[in-house]
Each structure stands twice: as C-alpha cells, then as structure tokens.
C-alpha cells in the first residue's frame, strides 16, 4: 500500500486483505472469497507504462487498486523506500492527501518501469466511500 501521514509525506506498507466474505458470486457456482463489491467501484482503467517510463511526482487521483498484469515497475515514495511489482501483484494508492512539505517539494509517488517490455496494469478506482485504517484498507458495508 501507498498511503500519504498527517504531515503529506508518502510511505510503503505491507497489508492483509481483510473484510472478504465468503459467498456464491454467479450462482449457482461454489462460494468463494470475495472482496471489493460492485457498487464500491467508480472507474476500471488499463494502463501501460511503455520501456523505460520515468513518471512525475504525482499522487493517486482516489483509492485505487493497481494489478501489474504483465511487465515490471517500482513505485518510490516521498520516505524513499521502493516497491517492486510483477505479474499478479497488486497495490492499493492511498496517497491522495500527499503535499508538499517544507524541506521536500515531492508530492505522493513517482512510477518507473523494470526492464525492456512494457508494464500493464488494471486500475480499479473505488469511490471516494472507503474508509482507511491504519494505512491499510477495509471498506464500510452500505446497507441497502
């Protein structure tokens, strides 16, 4: 997880998946483990980052998640630690209140693509409901 302090500065944190329920998604299929729900998703977007893509300082437009589906990449944070995915991991970017800071004008992250293929991913953007707790995310069941 990407998440911004009280302060704007951006750090890296590991995080457990919770808040998954287990149920039958297409009946009349075998339940299994499901996580983000349908009505929690604001957009899903495919991006690629082309070989040797450098990015800007920038900070997530929303809570997203971002699935690496081919290539490699590195996500390098205002507290300068550097994440590294491949196919088939996910990030959640919580850093949208970064800001500058007085002795560090960076904002949020800044993206780079690994190696000599491009790097795809699925970005699925969720509405601006979720709630974060400790850097990490759970979500509110609406009740309907």
């Known amino acids: 997880m990407v998440w911004a302090d ?3 500065a951006t750090h890296i944190q590991s995080c457990r998946i919770e808040g998954l329920q287990f149920k039958t998604y297409a009946p009349p299929s075998a339940p299994q483990w499901i996580g983000v729900a349908p009505n929690q998703i604001e ?8 070989p040797g893509y450098v990015g800007t300082w920038h900070h997530a437009p929303g809570p997203q998640w971002v699935v690496t589906l081919s290539g490699r990449w590195s996500v390098e944070t205002t507290d300068g630690a550097v994440l590294v995915q491949g196919p088939g991991e ?22 780079k693509t690994i190696g000599n293929e491009p790097n795809v991913q699925l970005i699925i953007k969720l509405k601006p409901n979720v709630k974060i707790t400790n850097g990490c995310t759970t979500w509110e069941k609406k009740m309907d």
């Not at 209140?97 to 904002?107: A, E, G, M, Q």
Request: aromatic fraction near 6%; charged fraction near 15%.
């Open 6 to 8: 009280k302060s704007g």
């Open 43 to 50: 957009s899903i977007a495919y991006a690629v980052l082309p």
């Open 90 to 111: 996910m990030q959640f970017n919580a850093d949208s209140s970064s800001h500058p800071r007085k002795n560090d004008t960076h904002v949020g992250h800044i993206s």
